[in-house]
């Protein structure tokens, strides 16, 4: 740990709707995947620590499941709880939104800060799709009257447009204090935990609409011998009608989602990966408190 009294270190959450890029930001700023990324809303299922250090500071960030409205099941409801546990006890709030949109799910998110935060930095992501930046100015003006924030930053996560002034807002914010983590540290997160994660992006964007939301992923065993690891997997799904679709025909889906996580693992753990999957049916997991808790969901 840094033991220096000029150091900075504090805890900073990310929140937002689904899909506004909070996962693609904390991957940009820790410069490595620790958080997996999709286009499709939900990506996200937990709370994900990626940490930051440069120039005496350390920010220790959370990135947390988009929030969105119903709560129909189990999972939803942990998800939208995760999001709103991570708005309490943290220094900094950086509350993510896409560029010219702001509706009453924003709204709603936005009213439920806590009152006691002194640092809530607005982020206005995917500037770069916005043809006519001169509509810009009159959302920001528009939206500093809803609330007070302590900065308002545009961005691009996906170009890695103006990160670097959204980093030195951040880092400006940090109270003083030892660093938790050493220098080097980009993350919190088990290997185990993070190969689930990228097997289940590949899932994700091999799959249909619906069936993503219905897929936990299980490491059965994670070994390394002879500079190789060895990972065995299991995906869950809801129906068997699903199992056939993640398997695919002649099980090329599935090889597919393998191959792709297979190559993304051995780029992260820096070693070859021999990587099996197999697919299975629990039925009803994700409105089933019980099942979750089994595959690491903390209901706490």
């Not at 609330?147 to 670097?164: E, G, M, R, T």
């Not at 699903?242 to 753990?269: C, F, M, N, P, W």
Request: one cysteine or more; hydrophobic letters at 40%; aromatic letters at 6%.
């Amino acid at each position: 740990m840094t033991k220096s009294v000029d150091s900075r270190t504090g805890y900073v959450s990310l929140i937002g709707k689904t899909n506004v890029g909070k996962s693609t930001l904390l991957n940009q700023i820790v410069e490595q995947k620790v958080s997996i990324t999709s286009r499709k809303p939900q990506t996200t299922r937990h709370r994900l620590l990626g940490i930051k250090t440069k120039a005496g500071a350390q920010a220790i960030f959370i990135d947390t499941p988009g929030f969105h409205k119903g709560q129909k099941r189990a999972l939803n409801r942990y998800m939208n709880k995760v999001a709103l546990d991570a708005m309490s006890g943290v220094d900094v709030l950086l509350y993510v939104i896409e560029a010219l949109r702001f509706d009453e799910e924003d709204e709603r998110l936005l009213s439920q800060i806590p009152a006691n935060l002194d640092h809530v930095i607005l982020v206005i992501n995917k500037v770069d799709r916005v043809l006519d930046k001169g509509r810009l100015l009159p959302f920001i003006e528009k939206l500093s009257l809803n609330f007070d924030f302590s900065d308002i930053v545009p961005i691009s996560a996906l170009k890695h447009q103006n990160i670097d002034s959204l980093e030195d807002s951040i880092f400006s914010k940090l109270p003083k204090g030892t660093h938790s983590y050493p220098a080097d540290q980009v993350a919190d997160t088990t290997e185990r935990f993070l190969t689930s994660e990228i097997i289940r992006e590949k899932c994700i964007t091999r799959v249909g609409d619906e069936i993503p939301y219905r897929i936990s992923v299980m490491i059965d065993s994670f070994k390394l011998e002879n500079d190789i690891t060895h990972i065995d997997a299991t995906l869950f799904v809801e129906k068997k009608s699903q199992k056939g679709i993640v398997i695919g025909q002649g099980g090329k889906r599935l090889k597919s989602i393998g191959t792709a996580a297979r190559l993304d693992l051995e780029e992260v753990l820096q070693t070859k990966v021999m990587l099996s999957l197999w697919v299975k049916v629990k039925n009803g997991w994700t409105d089933n408190e019980a099942l979750m808790s089994t595959m690491g969901y903390d209901l706490g």
